[in-house]
């Protein structure tokens, strides 16, 4: 089982409807949980991070948390042709020291108008 | 705040020469910088970790005598594509920990794609 696991997608959603990505993990002690962003041919960007069981808001977008699960999500209400990129998750490894970042594949959002 | 550049942010060499890759962090002391490469339309893969001061950390399948890295200060790493081929070709990344957010939050360079020819 990868340690990161979210589906690759392309998950096509209409302009002004909710995406929904999600994300899973093997590692039941990992504390905190990243999303970040990439466009096509750019680095990275972080959207947020979260570390508390719960939903985090952070203007369009809602990270979940569900430690029990497992599982985290991030929501992306009214979406634009702007989001479509790909979203990558990212868990730091329990063992394996200097704080490193696992990160799933990523999935593919295509908001189309 | 937390902002990381890198330059050059595209480079393009012959065969078997070397190519240096500069990271640094703008506004913040980078406790520990992160190298990744990337291919086209596949996943980020860590290629080493280093702090200041200290050797870097190279992920297993990654040659440390053609990837050089040196972390000479709390904001500069570089990286070294020592004898580059063509193969080397990618889209180079690094991240930096120890700006604003968690412990564990990276924020990413623009990334320095290569091209070998």
């Known amino acids: 089982q990868k340690e990161v696991e979210q589906n690759s997608g392309p998950l096509s959603v209409p302009e002004g409807a909710i995406a929904s990505l999600n994300c899973t993990y093997s590692?039941?002690?990992?504390?905190?949980f990243f999303w970040y962003r990439q466009y096509s041919g750019k680095s990275p960007e972080l959207i947020m991070f979260i570390y508390s069981n719960g939903d985090k808001e952070d203007g369009r977008f809602t990270a979940q948390l569900n430690k029990a699960s497992q599982y985290v999500s991030l929501l992306i209400r009214d979406s634009q042709p702007s989001d479509s990129a790909t979203y990558l998750c990212a868990v730091p490894p329990l063992s394996g020291g200097y704080n490193k970042l696992i990160f799933g594949a990523g999935t593919r959002l295509a908001v189309h108008p | 705040g937390a902002v990381v550049s890198q330059h050059p942010s595209r480079v393009i060499c012959k065969s078997g020469t070397s190519v240096k890759i500069e990271c640094r962090s703008l506004?913040?002391?980078?406790?520990?910088m992160f190298w990744y490469r990337q291919f086209p339309k596949q996943s980020l893969m860590l290629m080493a970790t280093?702090?200041?001061?200290?050797?870097?950390?190279?992920e297993q399948g990654v040659e440390k005598d053609k990837f050089l890295i040196n972390h000479a200060s709390l904001t500069l790493s570089t990286l070294t594509v020592t004898s580059a081929h063509p193969e080397d070709s990618s889209f180079y990344i690094c991240?930096?920990?120890?700006?604003?957010?968690?412990?564990?939050?990276?924020?990413f360079g623009p990334g320095t794609r290569l091209t070998v020819l």
């Open positions: 991240s930096a920990r120890g700006g604003p957010g968690t412990s564990d939050t990276q924020y």
């Open positions: 280093s702090n200041e001061g200290s050797k870097a950390t190279y």
């Open positions: 506004d913040f002391q980078a406790t520990t």
């Open positions: 590692d039941r002690g990992s504390q905190s």
